[in-house]
């Protein structure tokens, strides 16, 4: 019986085998077995690339024009001093997103697509820097906040406190040794100009980086406070930090959604939604009442009309919340009510430049990562196309010889960018390929999140045939059911522009970004550009012509 076994099990095997590639493939496929060679026959109904690409003069010329622009951009911004540090951090933005977003923007113009480039992808510099945190191989936004912003690896959940502060250990935070200020603390001390900007509510763990320090990230209102047995009289809550406490409390520029957490309960916002705030304060008023006392003009906007006026004659300090919670992704949006991320940062490049000595900017991309966080893929690369336009318009606003521009991303998810698909097949459509029982699978997929299905007959469903295939709010299919999908522990990418660029290439923590642009612009307690000390080879060039003066004398 054993050795009947033996026998009949190759042959099944053999047979399904055959099965499954007449399925798969419809002809027995060339290639090795890892590499089926797949029909990579263009298709007519697809855009088709250039003639000009099935010649070598095409691809010469390409990086003959890449080398250039590459040798143009050491020449203009590689020395010098940053005057101006704009910091752009899409949140979630792994490295598979940027191929898919610079897809779908090419495919969106009627092109191919993979040759697109999103606006920042052409900067002269290029590096990856680790995600992980003290205390997770995984990192959320709250620990890579302050890595980025204030140049220290701490605790998953917590802002602006060291690694020494466990997550809702209000106690531990009160130790100011723990605390650590953000690069913006390090431009005003220097007295340059700051302002935040971002598509979430302002209090989210990203922008809170710039300003708060905090135990727990979901503190963004004194009620989130209490609601984990806190005071929020020993430890304020975000929303309170920014408006009364240093450095949010001078911040020229503060750009986002979440109004609720500045709010009372009893107070309804001009959208219609009720305050969160359960300490009768009314933070807009106070963040007025103490502009107002320091005799300096300011305006608090809550719509894109407000916002285009305030634009034309630009007051000293500007509170702009767009959204009770956050603002709502570009795709669904009432554009009538709401900014676009370009718009903002388009206005608070023009408020910070009056400021002769120069500022710092940080600006978010915030909700590429809720939309991959709902594996509603088209979302979260619209959003990244959408960050990319913001930052097309920094560049045009802002000279590569006195301004730095970084772009980069707090952690990555996990996205994944399926095979094999001819050139310019829909980045947003299925696969050129099936899976093994002849269903079609999605070029973009997740690893895990809500958009799992139940295998009939152990078999994926056709998920094409579902009703709202392709749809904005239709999620692609993962492998493993999870409310939430996960962010991914993988490498960001760090692209830089202007002054010193070149610091941001190779591989780095992501807490060296603040220092590197610190050191660009010469501010912040670490190694600055414009002193001597810092430049050991200079240094050592001086102290060899002294000897060699003093040989010859
Ligand atoms: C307030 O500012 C205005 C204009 O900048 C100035 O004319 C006025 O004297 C200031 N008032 C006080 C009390 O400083
Ligand atoms: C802001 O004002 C400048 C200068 O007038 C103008 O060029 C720009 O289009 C305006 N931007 C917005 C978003 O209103
Ligand atoms: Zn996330």
């Not at 975000?238 to 240093?246: L, T």
């Not at 309804?268 to 106070?286: A, K, P």
């Not at 603040?514 to 102290?543: E, T």
Request: glycine content about 10%; proline content about 4%.
């Amino acid at each position: 019986m054993g050795s009947a076994h033996s026998q009949s099990t190759p042959n099944m095997l053999s047979s399904l085998a055959a099965v499954t590639l007449l399925l798969c493939c419809g002809q027995l496929a060339a290639g090795d077995r890892y590499h089926p060679e797949v029909k990579a026959k263009l298709r007519a109904d697809r855009p088709t690339p250039a003639q000009a690409e099935r010649t070598a003069a095409f691809w010469y010329n390409e990086a003959r024009s890449a080398i250039e622009g590459q040798l143009g951009h050491r020449l203009g911004g590689g020395g010098g001093k940053a005057r101006n540090v704009v910091l752009f951090m899409g949140d979630g933005m792994s490295v598979p997103t940027l191929a898919a977003a610079r897809t779908l923007l090419g495919q969106r113009n009627g092109r191919t697509g993979e040759e697109a480039q999103l606006s920042f992808e052409s900067f002269p510099s290029l590096g990856l820097t680790k995600t992980y945190c003290v205390n997770a191989q995984t990192a959320d936004s709250a620990c890579t906040a302050t890595a980025y912003l204030c140049g220290v690896k701490t605790n998953s959940g917590t802002i602006g406190v060291t690694a020494a502060v466990p997550r809702r250990d209000c106690a531990a935070s009160l130790d100011k040794s723990t605390n650590v200020e953000s690069i913006a603390a390090w431009a005003l001390a220097d007295g340059r100009d700051a302002g935040i900007v971002t598509t979430t509510r302002i209090t989210h763990a990203s922008p809170a980086g710039a300003f708060a320090k905090v135990a727990n990230r979901h503190w963004e209102s004194d009620s989130d406070v209490r609601g984990d047995s806190q005071d929020p009289n020993v430890c304020p809550d975000i929303a309170y930090q920014m408006i009364n406490s240093y450095p949010g409390n001078e911040f020229k520029v503060l750009f986002g959604g979440g109004r609720r957490e500045f709010l009372p309960t009893d107070v309804v916002d001009e959208e219609g939604t009720r305050g969160r705030r359960t300490d009768g304060r009314n933070l807009i008023n106070e963040w007025q009442n103490d502009k107002r006392s320091r005799n300096v003009s300011y305006q608090y906007v809550w719509n894109r009309n407000q916002l285009i006026s305030a634009n034309v004659s630009l007051p000293d300090y500007m509170l702009g919340l767009f959204e009770s919670s956050h603002m709502q992704y570009n795709m669904e949006a009432d554009l009538v009510t709401e900014p676009t991320l370009e718009e903002l940062t388009e206005v608070a490049i023009r408020s910070l430049s009056r400021n002769e000595k120069g500022f710092f900017l940080f600006v978010e991309g915030g909700r590429i990562d809720h939309a991959h966080h709902d594996n509603l893929v088209e979302l979260a690369l619209d959003e990244t196309i959408e960050f990319s336009k913001a930052i097309g318009r920094a560049t045009e606003l802002l000279s590569e010889e006195d301004s730095l521009i970084v772009v980069t991303s707090d952690h990555a998810h996990v996205m994944s960018f399926n095979g094999y698909t001819t050139r310019g097949g829909d980045v947003l459509g299925v696969s050129d390929s099936r899976d093994r029982h002849g269903r079609p699978y999605m070029t973009l997929s997740y690893t895990n999140g809500p958009g799992f299905r139940p295998h009939v007959n152990g078999m994926r469903v056709d998920v094409t045939a579902e009703q709202g295939f392709g749809e904005l709010d239709w999620r692609s299919h993962v492998d493993v059911p999870l409310a939430s999908e996960t962010h991914g522990a993988d490498d960001v990418a760090v692209f830089a522009r202007g002054p010193h660029h070149a610091l941001f290439t190779g591989m780095f923590e992501q807490s060296g970004v603040p220092h590197r642009m610190a050191y660009a612009a010469c501010i912040g307690p670490g190694l600055h550009a414009c002193s001597a000390a810092a430049r050991p080879a200079l240094a050592a060039s001086f102290a060899l012509l002294f000897a060699m003066l003093l040989l010859l004398r």
